[in-house]
């Protein structure tokens, strides 16, 4: 999974279509797992958050 990461620097480079971009990337690809049937139950999901 693909996070972004948002560090300062100098430079202004990081915009809001750049912020956009990484959402509608993620969107893209959970969609795509719907598709194909890489889901998880909330009771899975639940234990993975239980044990972080």
């Known amino acids: 999974m693909a996070t972004a990461i948002a560090t300062k620097t100098a ?3 990081y915009t809001i279509d750049d912020a956009m971009e ?7 690809a959970a969609i795509d797992d ?12 639940w234990k993975k ?3 972080i």
Do not use: C, Y
Not at 22 to 28: A, C, G, P, Q, T
Not at 34 to 45: D, F, K, P, W
């Open 11 to 13: 430079e202004a480079s």
């Open 22 to 28: 990484v959402l509608f990337e993620k969107l893209d």
């Open 34 to 45: 719907m598709e194909n049937g890489r889901v998880q139950t909330i009771e899975e999901a």
């Open 49 to 51: 958050i239980d044990r």
